[in-house]
């Protein structure tokens, strides 16, 4: 099992459709939630940073995390065009020499939003 | 969050030839940078952690004699693919941050030919 999962998708909504992404995770010492959004060619732009259960609200997106099923989830409300990316989960955790925190990535979702 | 800068974006090189990365931590004193792989449609894997002064950490399956990394100051990290061959070929970006909210490169794309 991996650590991360995401569903690669792709996931075509309409302008102004409210979207849903989702990872899971198996490893309990995640500490740090993460949604980055990446352009195609481009480096990945952090969206939405979460460390505790419940949500997280930053405009039209709102982060939830779930610890206790493992389960984070990034929601768009009224999507636009501009908004067609792949969305990738990550989340973090010492590495084992205790200085640095390490990344885990998803596979990243990939989003279209027509117009 | 920093603001960081990676040359070149792109770069095409014949295999067997070497190439250099670099990352820069314009406005933040990064003890440490990160360097990810990304194939085609598939997430971002670290390859190995940049370390100010000191060697850089290898994660599993990354050898080191090929992919050099320096680290010489607290605004520069390089990434060196030595002897690249096609299979190198790969979307390289580098990071900064800690413990949360890394900040990326905008990545550079390598194709060997």
């Known amino acids: 099992q991996k650590e991360v999962e995401q569903d690669p998708g792709p996931l075509s909504v309409p302008e102004g459709a409210i979207v849903s992404l989702n990872c899971t995770y198996s490893n309990s010492a995640f500490q740090y939630f993460m949604w980055y959004r990446q352009y195609s060619r481009k480096g990945p732009e952090l969206l939405m940073y979460?460390?505790?259960?419940g949500n997280k609200e930053d405009g039209r997106f709102t982060a939830q995390v779930d610890k206790s099923s493992k389960y984070i989830s990034l929601f768009i409300r009224d999507s636009q065009p501009s908004d067609s990316a792949t969305y990738l989960c990550?989340?973090?955790?010492?590495?084992?020499?205790?200085?640095?925190?390490?990344?885990?990535f998803g596979k990243g979702t990939l989003l279209t939003v027509n117009p | 969050g920093a603001v960081v800068s990676q040359h070149p974006s792109r770069v095409i090189c014949k295999s067997g030839t070497s190439v250099k990365i670099e990352c820069r931590s314009l406005d933040f004193q990064a003890t440490t940078m990160f360097w990810y792989r990304q194939f085609p449609k598939q997430s971002l894997m670290l390859m190995a952690t940049s370390n100010e002064g000191s060697k850089a950490t290898y994660e599993q399956g990354v050898e080191k004699d090929k992919f050099l990394i320096n680290h010489a100051s607290l605004t520069l990290s390089t990434l060196t693919v030595t002897s690249a061959h096609p299979e190198d070929s790969s979307f390289y970006i580098c990071?900064?941050?800690?413990?949360?909210?890394?900040?990326f490169g905008s990545g550079t794309r390598l194709t060997v030919v």
């Open positions: 990071s900064v941050g800690v413990s949360r909210g890394y900040t």
């Open positions: 979460t460390y505790s259960s």
């Open positions: 990550a989340m973090s955790q010492k590495n084992s020499g205790g200085s640095n925190y390490k990344l885990t």
